[in-house]
């Protein structure tokens, strides 16, 4: 039996980000789509649109948007890609952090959690951050999954349907030997992406990037980044407030060691500060040079000569990465 327009919402995961704007909403699904349906931006920081159900069995507090939980069907949608400290994009994700309330969302990116050896790139199993969203999820899971994975020019490449658990794991394999691959040794340059539009719309989002050339660059070596950061830092939460107070990478990775409660964008600041504890990052973007220094970064106005001055310190036949696609290409240590 069809289900009528009138009993359909588009419920759009935004997790801690912004609001989807009108102009953005009719981007994603187009003029039709929007005036058939109702479409609503999640809000993690309203206690009206979000209800509380209790804890997980690891304490972490249950709150979930209304629209999900009342639904008399759920179904998440999502793409999977490789994730910084949750393994891989998709899956219980689209719930936990997408519609969660900011309660849950803290837990979830607390110091401990982030800072764990198994909370990264591609690691499913012992993962605890993975962990604590699949608890999260089974307080009130979605009856239907779909999943897509996207080659490099974002166009749809394998569905991944059904169950949300076992679909989403069949999806994670595929992306493992298509996304990931392994390399000898680690390299004194990397050169990196933000994966481009609208993955580098601004400076948090490219600690991603970053984060993926982190994996395979030496200790004191140099990660050149080329995000556009055409929304800045952004002006947005507490990413860049919180990278004006520490004037170099131990002490922003010891503010956020020592924050008496959680405070939101807290764990970009700490894979942030990580990564410059352990090797220079010089980033090509629209940022003005002043706004990429404060930010504990070297300003570049030129890719090829960046990489080349850094080729002619070290030496003639310096081996250099390249990650092209940044997150969505993500090398790891053979073992």
Not at 69 to 94: M, Q
Not at 178 to 186: D, I, K, L, S
């Amino acid at each position: 039996m069809p289900v009528s327009d009138d009993h359909v919402t588009i419920l759009l995961g935004n997790g801690t980000h912004r609001a989807n704007t009108p102009a953005e909403i009719d981007a994603m699904f187009g003029t039709e789509i929007v005036r058939r349906v109702r479409i609503l931006n999640h809000d993690c920081q309203d206690p009206t649109r979000n209800v509380f159900f209790g804890r997980t069995p690891s304490g972490a507090p249950i709150w979930f948007d209304k629209t999900y939980v009342e639904a008399d069907k759920r179904i998440v949608l999502g793409f999977i890609e490789p994730h910084f400290f949750a393994g891989f994009s998709g899956g219980a994700k689209g719930v936990a952090p997408g519609v969660a309330g900011i309660e849950s969302i803290l837990y979830l990116h607390s110091y401990d959690l982030i800072a764990h050896p198994n909370s990264t790139w591609g690691v499913m199993d012992g993962n605890p951050m993975r962990q604590a969203v699949q608890e999260l999820a089974a307080a009130c899971p979605p009856d239907f999954l779909i999943n897509v994975t996207l080659d490099n020019a974002k166009r749809i490449t394998n569905f991944f349907a059904g169950n949300y658990v076992a679909a989403h794991a069949a999806g994670c394999a595929r992306v493992r030997e298509q996304a990931m691959t392994p390399v000898p040794h680690r390299f004194p340059i990397v050169v990196t992406s933000n994966s481009g539009f609208p993955l580098d719309q601004n400076l948090y989002q490219t600690v991603k990037g970053m984060s993926a050339a982190a994996r395979i660059v030496e200790d004191g070596g140099t990660i050149v980044v080329v995000s556009e950061c055409s929304d800045g830092i952004p002006s947005h939460g507490h990413f860049g407030s919180m990278l004006w107070h520490a004037h170099d990478a131990d002490a922003l990775e010891q503010m956020v060691r020592s924050l008496s409660k959680p405070r939101l964008d807290q764990w970009q600041v700490q894979v942030f500060a990580n990564i410059l504890k352990r090797c220079e990052v010089a980033l090509y973007s629209k940022l003005d040079p002043e706004t990429t220094r404060a930010c504990l970064m070297t300003p570049e106005d030129d890719v090829f000569q960046a990489v080349a001055r850094r080729i002619e310190h070290i030496g003639c036949g310096v081996p250099v990465a390249v990650l092209p696609e940044g997150p969505l290409s993500v090398a790891y240590i053979a073992s």
